[in-house]
């Protein structure tokens, strides 16, 4: 069932925020630059100065207006290098214009100095300033950038929480339509049942082989619909938990037992390897285990006729935290479900918990497997997660729980 | 040996002719049905079953209101109840009826043989 039809994708609400990670644009690279560019800038920036004393030169000297172009290196080499950048700059471009000062006769050598002491100043002075004009746009762009990274980060927040609220409101009112529907099928398939029955009683002396071959075709229809049903009221179901302190591996073993049958007629071979002294778990016995059955039959399924089922129970720890030398409260107890089937195909991976979902052939699976399995988890604030065994066939699910306080 | 006699109550009218059906067939039961519950309290006063098969939902009296009723009256309290209801899973129940609340309990769609059982069950107390 394509239940994808007709649905706007969820991607498609939300408000797009372009990204900018680690991204720099051409102000960033430039702005107090390292390495090559800053070697670049400070070439860029004396041939300026050189390129502007010459032109002062071939103009006339500095009397000329010509000479205002020297700012624009000093606030070229403020903005670049900041404040000492700038009075750097201003002090080359003092020096390089000093030859260029016109000599009044009059007034003697003092005042062609004191003139080029003044113009130096001038440029110290648009130096420094713009370094600290530069220094502030600095801080501000770091400003604004943080702020951009907690708006995108509080953005995907959002979005998740939106997600989680789409999915979980879905989830409800598919519930609510799962148990309604599942109370009126259950009485005409009662019906049903019943006439089977009692076809079955009349017609078994008869000899009528094609009659108590249809009705046993019957009998069987009407056994997978009451499976589908059945699947459809745990749905709606999976809301309440009877929570105990429980040991993992006797709840996995247990559920073997159930699948046991299904193994042996299979010819599926076993593997197990459960970690001994694991922390009890908080859990519904009978909801788990009926995940864990799920996730064994979908498994057995996967692998057809022949393979191996590999269970594994462990404690994970929190990535880092050994390191760091935290305490164990982020540890959680796994199993990890491997098969040798024949996988998941990736387009299907992220649609494997939508409700009515299957890749199984018609009639055999009812898609709310794994939505309800997965809505048991997460009511024990557990996680369960699966993909596709990676360098070998088949699939791997792994169930992690939390550990409670052991204090 | 006389027949026993069964009440059988439920508001869809195919359930109670298809039960009374399997149950007359059988030559053991004589089999009165009812898809309401005001005139299955009335039914119960008149017929005096030995057992009453009642469905849980029902319009304007509930199976369990009509459950209560008789279990009120004096001369039919001790007539034994099997609800026959589409809100119980199997799993919820024994295959051949399960107690919830103390009363037995039988999920719909149910096999004829598991019901008999079930019937016989209380039929033999």
């Known amino acids: 069932m394509d239940n994808g039809v007709n649905r706007p994708k969820n991607e498609d609400v939300h408000l797009q925020i372009p990204a900018t990670g680690e991204e720099r644009n051409w102000v960033d690279r430039w702005r107090e630059p390292r390495g090559s560019r800053a070697v670049l800038l400070s070439l860029l920036i004396l041939a300026l100065i050189a390129g502007v004393g010459m032109l002062v030169r071939a103009t006339g000297g500095t009397g000329f207006a010509w000479l205002h172009l020297m700012y624009l290196p000093i606030i070229l080499a403020a903005a670049g290098f900041g404040i000492y950048g700038g009075v750097a700059a201003a002090l080359v471009a003092g020096f390089v214009l000093g030859p260029y000062m016109p000599m009044d006769a009059a007034k003697g050598l003092s005042q062609t100095m004191s003139n080029w002491m003044f113009r130096t100043v001038f440029f110290l002075l648009v130096g420094a300033f713009s370094g600290l004009i530069s220094k502030y746009l600095n801080e501000q762009i770091d400003r604004l950038k943080e702020t951009h990274q907690h708006l995108l980060q509080a953005h995907e927040e959002l979005k998740s929480a939106q997600m989680q609220l789409i999915q979980t409101a879905k989830l409800e009112s598919i519930g609510r339509l799962a148990a309604g529907v599942a109370h009126e099928v259950k009485n005409p398939l009662a019906v049903i049942q019943l006439g089977v029955d009692y076809l079955t009683r009349t017609t078994k002396d008869t000899g009528d082989r094609d009659s108590i071959e249809t009705i046993q075709e019957m009998a069987d229809a009407v056994r997978r619909a009451d499976v589908v049903v059945k699947g459809l009221l745990d749905f709606s179901r999976s809301e309440q938990l009877g929570l105990a302190s429980l040991d993992l591996n006797s709840v996995i073993e247990e559920s073997l037992l159930l699948v046991r049958h299904e193994l042996t007629r299979n010819h599926i071979s076993l593997e197990k390897h459960l970690a001994g002294q694991l922390p009890q778990v908080m859990m519904d016995r009978n909801k788990i285990k009926q995940v864990f059955i799920n996730v064994f039959m979908n498994a057995i399924q996967a692998m057809g006729n022949n393979g191996t089922l590999s269970v594994k129970t462990f404690i994970s720890q929190p990535s880092g935290s050994e390191a760091a030398g935290q305490s164990p409260a982020g540890e959680k107890v796994v199993v990890l479900v491997e098969d040798t089937g024949t996988g998941i195909p990736e387009d299907k991976l992220d649609k494997l918990f939508d409700p009515f979902f299957t890749t199984k052939p018609v009639g055999t699976g009812t898609g709310l497997g794994l939505s309800v399995s997965r809505n048991i988890i997460e009511l024990h604030r557990a996680t369960i997660k699966i993909a596709n065994r990676k360098g070998v066939r088949g699939a791997a699910v792994s169930i992690a729980f939390p550990i409670p306080n052991r204090g | ?125």
């Open chain 2, 1 to 125: 040996m006389t027949k026993k006699k069964i009440l059988v109550v439920d508001d869809e009218v195919g359930m109670t002719r298809m039960l009374k059906r399997n149950l007359e067939a059988t030559g053991r039961y004589d089999v009165r049905t009812e898809n309401e519950g005001a005139a299955a309290i009335t039914a119960a006063r008149e017929f005096q079953p030995d057992l009453v098969l009642l469905d849980v939902m029902m319009p304007e009296i509930s199976g369990d209101e009509v459950a209560a009723r008789i279990k009120e009256d004096k001369k039919l309290s001790n007539i034994p109840i099997v609800f026959l209801s589409a809100i119980v899973k199997k799993e919820e129940t024994q295959p051949t009826g399960g107690n919830i609340g103390g009363f037995t309990f039988l999920a719909k769609p149910v096999k004829l043989d598991d019901l008999i059982t079930c019937i016989e069950n209380h039929l033999g107390k």
